[in-house]
């Protein structure tokens, strides 16, 4: 029963995501170079009603691990919302009062200066991103976590491309045996691929993403043929 709440649960999540145009399905230039056939924007997630439900995700996440933390570290940019949003929501649903903080882009130089905002980046630490395609962003802020001599004990990020980095092993799969940690993810494309598969207007966009990962995904995530796809002769 627990599994079948979690996977309606799932599907709920991305007919909001896909009606609310969070997956956008033309081609785009990722941040790595690869041109996709779609893309993942939590930028469009902006109104205060869309905050509240995305803390109360992560905080779920977060709650469910019981992973010990001291402070939650958002990545900039699109981190930065997602990290206030989730500590609200850990303190308003589950009493766990955390402070925050995250990165700029570059050091500033004149007023409080620094490179951090929010409180001291010490202690326990979990990083909060909101997806992950070749785990540049989440690297660079593990880089900034290490110069103040904290211990990263979890990663959370909403959406997980579940693409080849090198050696036909994923980001995910690279960062959690080089740094010990593991990263938790809401949702998957394993799962949206799931949830298109049973709409039939949307054939051409699930082959498109079929092809990208036949190029660009593990070889144990390359999904098999669906209805809409014709078997080679």
């Not at 992950?132 to 959370?156: N, P, R």
């Not at 092993?169 to 494309?189: F, G, P, R």
């Not at 799931?194 to 039939?200: A, D, H, M, N, R």
């Not at 990208?212 to 014709?230: M, P, T, V």
Request: aromatic content about 10%.
């Amino acid at each position: 029963m627990k599994n079948k709440m979690n996977k309606s649960s799932k599907k709920k999540i991305i007919k909001s995501l896909i009606n609310k145009k969070v997956f956008k399905f033309k081609k785009f230039i990722l941040k790595s170079g690869r041109i996709s056939p779609y893309f993942f924007n939590s930028g469009i997630l902006n109104t205060g009603n869309d905050l509240i439900q995305i803390g109360n995700l992560y905080a779920k996440e977060i709650k469910k691990t019981n992973i010990t933390f001291d402070v939650l570290f958002g990545t900039a940019y699109k981190g930065i919302p997602i990290v206030i949003a989730t500590a609200i929501a850990l303190s308003k649903n589950y009493n766990i009062n955390k402070p925050y903080c995250f990165n700029r882009k570059e050091i500033k130089k004149y007023g409080e200066q620094g490179k951090i905002i929010g409180c001291k980046l010490k202690g326990k630490v979990i990083i909060i991103d909101d997806v992950i395609t070749i785990g540049t962003a989440i690297k660079e802020s593990i880089s900034i976590l290490s110069q103040y001599k904290t211990i990263l004990t979890g990663i959370f990020v909403f959406f997980d491309r579940q693409e080849n980095k090198c050696n036909n092993m994923s980001a995910v799969q690279i960062i959690e045996k080089k740094y010990s940690c593991k990263i938790n993810k809401i949702i998957t494309l394993n799962n949206l691929i799931k949830y298109i598969k049973t709409k039939p207007k949307m054939k051409n966009e699930l082959n498109k993403i079929y092809s990208y990962q036949k190029q660009y995904g593990l070889k144990n995530k390359i999904f098999k043929l669906n209805k809409y796809q014709k078997k080679p002769e």
